[in-house]
Every structure is written in structure tokens, then in C-alpha cells.
């Protein structure tokens, strides 16, 4: 276990619902990321929030909105999504958002859309 | 040209050979380098790290870092069956962004 966990595990659901995936990190830790897993694809960042301000938002549409109350919890609530919205959605933090600290992972969230 | 490339695999290997994984990256202003492991279904997993020209060595695993060429390598001594997984290298730089750049990742069979 990394101390970083998500809920829920797996996730389903359809295009008109409203739904929010969450991340926690017992780690002590400054900085939070979403990332997302396509098949086939390498992952990409979505969102990074250091000290719980958003420091990078990657060209993400806007039916995806985060959210980080304080600095062990992050949210991504989910609206309206599309079938390739579908992807595993990984959180991760790091003691700051330096280039040097290492960035652990939690389990991720297997989410489809139908 | 993908900021970082690696071959896809599979990277096939017989138990006990060593594994070699390589990955080049665009950014000549990338300063660390991270190599995780995933199993599939499973979330990435750190590996190594490294932030200096040279070899890094932890257990089975070493880290090969050659800033010139841009490139950085995961060599896996005394290959288990257990170590197939597919694995990812990334990337940081001190600015700019400030998360990792992933590669596709290699997948590795480790042959009984």
C-alpha cells in the first residue's frame, strides 16, 4: 500500500449522471495530481494542486471538475461524461509539486461510461 | 515526436537473464527520471529514481542516465517471473510543468 487510496474501486456510469471519484493520501503530503489511463495510451496528467491551489489544469474539458478541500483530500466530480471518457483514473501525490519528489500512486478508479 | 518514446514490447526474456529497458526523452530540460512497474489492472509502482549521469543501483534494478544522449535505461538483473509487468519511464524538469511526462511503457514476459 502506497497511502494513497480511492473510491470507488470501479465506476459505472451513464452520460447524464453525476458522479465524483475521490482520492485520499496519508502521507503527509503538499501536492495532489489527477491522472487518466486510456488502453494503449501513456497517462496524462489532468489536474495538480499544491498546497490545495490548482497549479496546472492540462487542457481538460470542463465536464470534469476537481476539487481539494485541504491538502490530504482530492475530488473529481464528474458530469455529463462521453463513452471515451472511459479510462482507469489514477490519484497521486508527492511531499511538494518539485520535479524531484517522487509521486505515489493509489489504485485507481476503473471508471465506464456508458 | 513524443516527449517520451519506449518500445511498446513485448520484451520477452528467459528466468534469470537480465531485462534491459530503454527510453528517450525530447526535453533537454528534464532533471529526474522515474521508472515504475504496473501490473495489469494494477496502479504504477516507483521502481527507481535518478537525477545524475551514471548508474544507480538498488538490488536486482539499475538505473543507466545519459543526459547527453537523452536517454535512460532500467536494467533487471536475475529476471523473475513475478517482474512481468509493463514498465513506465518518466520524466520531470525543475520548470515548466510540474508533473511527470510518461512514456507508453515496455511490456516484459519473464519465461519460466
Known amino acids: 500500500e502506497t497511502g494513497v487510496t480511492q473510491t470507488p474501486r470501479h465506476l459505472v456510469m451513464g452520460m447524464t449522471n453525476k458522479k465524483s471519484l475521490k482520492c485520499e493520501q496519508h502521507?503527509?503530503?503538499?501536492?495532489m495530481y489527477w491522472y487518466k489511463q486510456s488502453a494503449k495510451k501513456p497517462l496524462e496528467l489532468m489536474f495538480v494542486?499544491?498546497?490545495?491551489?490548482?497549479?496546472e489544469n492540462n487542457s481538460v474539458p470542463s465536464r470534469f471538475s476537481p476539487e481539494c478541500p485541504n491538502s490530504s483530500h482530492l475530488f473529481l466530480h464528474l458530469h455529463t461524461l462521453q463513452p471515451e471518457d472511459s479510462a482507469l483514473y489514477l490519484c497521486?501525490?508527492?511531499?511538494?509539486?518539485?520535479?524531484?519528489?517522487?509521486?505515489?500512486f493509489g489504485p485507481g478508479t476503473r471508471l465506464t461510461v456508458l | 515526436q513524443k516527449e517520451v518514446e519506449q518500445n511498446s514490447g513485448p520484451l520477452s526474456v528467459p528466468e534469470g537473464a537480465i531485462a534491459s529497458l530503454n527510453c528517450t526523452y525530447s526535453?533537454?530540460?528534464?532533471?529526474?527520471f522515474f521508472w515504475y512497474r504496473q501490473y495489469s489492472g494494477k496502479s504504477p509502482e516507483l521502481i527507481m529514481s535518478?537525477?545524475?549521469?551514471g548508474d544507480k543501483e538498488d538490488g536486482r534494478f539499475t538505473a543507466q542516465l545519459n543526459k547527453a544522449s537523452q536517454y535512460v535505461s532500467l536494467l533487471i538483473r536475475d529476471s523473475q517471473p513475478s517482474d512481468s509487468a509493463t514498465y513506465l519511464c518518466?520524466?520531470?524538469?525543475?520548470?515548466?510543468?510540474?508533473?511527470?511526462?510518461f512514456g507508453s511503457g515496455t511490456r516484459l514476459q519473464v519465461q519460466p
Open positions: 497521486a501525490s508527492s511531499r511538494t509539486s518539485g520535479a524531484a519528489d517522487t509521486q505515489y
Open positions: 494542486y499544491s498546497l490545495e491551489e490548482r497549479v
Open positions: 502521507l503527509g503530503h503538499n501536492a
Open positions: 526535453d533537454r530540460g528534464s532533471q529526474s
Open positions: 518518466a520524466v520531470n524538469r525543475y520548470t515548466g510543468r510540474r508533473a511527470l511526462t
Open positions: 535518478i537525477y545524475s549521469n
